[in-house]
């Protein structure tokens, strides 16, 4: 087995052993970047320098018994959205083609604290707008298992990465579903955390109120450790939580799920839902009755409203949030403007991306004072419903199970090309973030087309305990999670 094939917790533990050095994990990464990277484009820049120098700096902080944790000494891959001082950090988008933070995002400066070794940018869909990494400024991300179909996003370029063995485990966002989709299309395993769990300070915004940080990784047991490195309070983000940290062990060490009531919504598997991923989901759930867990359907009506509602509460905040970038004080500027008017007006033309303008104009639109309480004043309603109703499901089950997408990995280009079917993909996965609820996706088959089928875990509030035991008790009762994708 290569060294970029190995979990992350494997990785660790021969680098604290002296089986190899951090500098040798690195290596191993930067090389399987050059050799595969040219047909999947999960990198938007991998300065193989700075990774080794990064990967020292690890070293010595392990050898002088400064960095302990878990995941000392590992690559990690960051997404495009997540700054890292010096580093441009672009959001994949021509706005932010030349900006270079001035400072590092606190899950960057825990990543560091612990050992880790930041490893590179990889793509996603333009300020993670979108869910097929198909928007982004540098050009699509391909699908490790075919490369005529999308990755999912808008994390796409992390999962594919993760998949390709061009990552050991990387960071991700979440906003309505691009750390869980991605996960799903591309067959390996994410969690979107509660919402606070992990610091947003440093993460570019798309929408405040849904986005959230979270690990993609080869397993569960990768997954669990470095949402222990990155979770907690952060005095710059006054939304953060300070969250109880968990033994590791107590996770890893989970092998059946007996007394464990988990309900099934039955609006998850109405209509638009492929047979392929019915069957696998279905599938999976037999297995967690198998392991001790009593499994029940239960109705969720409110999951009609979920695409809508986040539509309109993501676009809103997403023009408030992109209204900083103005050709002003940073990011790209237009050479053509001839007045103040014009700088704002065609940087902005200019440098966004067309996906971007249309979920700003819709979110000034939802905002305007002719349609404020038509929309956005019953978006914010329907979200107090949502809220409702997940709070009711958690008074009967210890959490909840179902797809992280109706289909698999779609063809390049139909979801741009049909944009309203790109949305009703996330009918699944947003009432999750609308709710700040965490969630744990991870693979759970194939379809007649060989491509990963995902699952996903939802549980309480603050209780990723929960959902990761039971997912690592899945994946050492099945082999879904160990596939991998052949190179071409």
Request: charged share 20%; with cysteine.
């Amino acid at each position: 087995m290569e060294l970029v094939e190995m979990g992350a917790l494997q990785i660790s533990q021969k680098i604290k052993n002296r089986e190899i050095s951090c500098v040798e994990a690195a290596q191993a990464v930067i090389d399987r970047v050059r050799k595969r990277d040219e047909s999947y484009n999960c990198y938007v820049r991998l300065d193989s320098s700075l990774v080794i120098e990064n990967a020292k700096k690890a070293q010595l902080l392990i050898d002088s018994g400064e960095a302990q944790g878990a995941l000392a000494g590992v690559p990690f891959a960051i997404k495009d959205n997540i700054c890292t001082k010096g580093e441009i950090t672009s959001c994949s988008s021509k706005m932010l083609y030349n900006f270079k933070p001035p400072y590092d995002a606190t899950v960057i400066n825990k990543l560091k604290a612990a050992g880790a070794v930041v490893c590179g940018k990889v793509n996603m869909d333009e300020f993670a707008m979108g869910s097929t990494t198909e928007t982004s400024y540098f050009g699509a991300t391909k699908n490790p298992w075919n490369e005529k179909k999308v990755p999912g996003g808008s994390s796409g370029g992390a999962a594919a990465a993760v998949q390709a063995g061009e990552a050991i485990i990387a960071l991700g966002s979440d906003t309505g579903g691009s750390i869980r989709q991605p996960c799903s299309f591309c067959g390996v395993t994410g969690l979107k955390p509660t919402y606070g769990a992990v610091s947003r300070y440093g993460l570019i915004a798309y929408a405040s109120s849904l986005d959230q940080i979270g690990p993609i990784g080869q397993n569960v047991a990768d997954v669990a450790a470095a949402f222990n490195m990155i979770s907690g309070k952060d005095c710059k983000d006054a939304t953060s939580f300070d969250v109880q940290k968990f033994e590791l062990d107590s996770v890893i060490n989970t092998h059946d799920l007996k007394g464990k009531k988990i309900g099934i919504p039955a609006e998850y598997f109405g209509e638009g839902i492929e047979p392929g991923v019915c069957a696998a989901v279905l599938e999976a759930a037999r297995q967690f009755e198998k392991l001790g867990a009593a499994v029940e359907q239960f109705s969720m009506p409110i999951v009609k409203y979920a695409v809508p509602t986040y539509y309109i509460i993501a676009c809103a905040e997403a023009c408030s949030n992109l209204s900083r970038f103005d050709g002003i004080k940073y990011g790209y500027k237009s050479e053509n403007a001839g007045n103040l008017r014009d700088v704002y007006f065609k940087s902005r033309s200019e440098g966004f991306g067309k996906e971007v303008k249309k979920r700003i104009m819709l979110g000034n639109f939802v905002l305007s004072s002719g349609y404020f309480d038509a929309y956005y004043n019953k978006a914010l309603k329907a979200k107090g419903l949502i809220v409702r109703a997940f709070s009711e499901a958690f008074e009967k089950y210890d959490f909840l199970l179902g797809p992280v997408a109706p289909t698999t990995a779609l063809p390049l280009g139909q979801g741009l090309s049909d944009p309203l079917k790109m949305y009703l993909g996330d009918i699944y996965t947003v009432m999750i973030n609308i709710a700040g609820l965490p969630s744990l996706a991870l693979p759970c088959g194939f379809d007649s087309a060989d491509m990963p089928v995902g699952m996903q875990l939802i549980g309480r509030a603050f209780d990723e305990k929960t959902i990761l035991s039971a997912g690592n008790a899945y994946q050492k009762a099945t082999d879904w999670h160990l596939k991998r994708a052949a190179f071409s």
